[in-house]
């Protein structure tokens, strides 16, 4: 994994100094100056750091990468905390989401999809976020200069098809039919765990773990599963390498399940899990592979490993269900499906950058510049 991590360095060192630009070149009121000290001196800080871990010399990976991988995730969330609480509040008189709104009206209209486009705001306080109530997608405020997590839009995409605001948009009955079959193969499911561990009589404590996570399907993880499969389909590959750049970059423990609280999204290693499904499925089995063995590298840096209560509480059979439901729902509301050689010109330019990534992360930025001037979008 350290030519990721290097990779991910160059990434965050080309941030940092995009918002550094931010904040020292626009003319803010004087009202503003003890932020700007304030986030330009983070930013200083960060991008020592940065540049001490781009030219660290490896001698033992298996020492040095997992304390990078704990560095790292530290750094991005500094970051996150300059651009998305700092830096946003310091351009939010001269925000421009135009780029924004472009990219996401095009993905809409080339996947085909059966609701109007959202608006952009680039005011996102933690990450990709939609409020479909008021048709608002909210993205952080330099994402639109980057591609590598664009493929997190089309999983945005798919909350507003299953919210209830829409509960009367027969266009998507067909949708959310698939749901509620899911839905119910995760009850047939969690019932017959509590019926074989009554049966053999198991700990006491197993039929509660059983009901929590019922009401984990119900609340929460069936949707986000429902939205990764969503964007799996119609951006292909890309949504796979998004999850682990996500994972890597903010992720904890990849198997980390809840015996007595909810959670808001299922564990990032179930969500990887029906990713790859998916892909297999479509057809792209040799993608499926080389992601797999990526997010192994990733998962033993963090040094963690599946619970037997994670294996019951997410058998591949279930997974499969999952995957079958949802394409059946996308195919019947007329959304574009992705295959190999089948591709829409925004799911084709964010295959190619992180097909990019990988050939060589060193020169990626220089080319992601390029395609977005290229785009219009720089």
Known sequence: MEDYLSGAFLQLIDRARDLTTLVSGADYPSSHDGLRQICSERLRIALKELRQLKDENIVLPELQSPRRLRRLRQIVQNLDDIEMIGVTALSVVAEDTSRSNKIVHEVCNQIGYPLVAPTVANLATSYFGIHAEFNLLMVPLLEDRYLLHLPDLYHELAHPLLHEIHIDNTDLDAFRDAFKNSLLATIKHTGELTQTARRERSAAALPDYFYNWQKCWVRTWLNELFCDLFAVVTVGPAYGWS???????????????????????PPDDVRMRVI?????????????????????????????NPSPEYRMCFPESLLKVFVKEVRQGVNAIGVNEIRPGVETPWAKHLNDAWDKFWDDHVEYRTWEQGLLKQLQLS
């Open 243 to 265: 999850h682990l750049h996500l994972s890597a970059k903010r992720g904890g423990n990849p198997f980390d399940l809840p015996l007595h609280s909810v959670s808001s999204h």
């Open 276 to 304: 790859l499904l998916a892909l297999e499925e479509l057809g792209f089995g040799e993608q499926a592979n080389q992601i797999s063995n990526r997010w192994t590298e990733l998962s033993a840096l963090s040094d963690c």
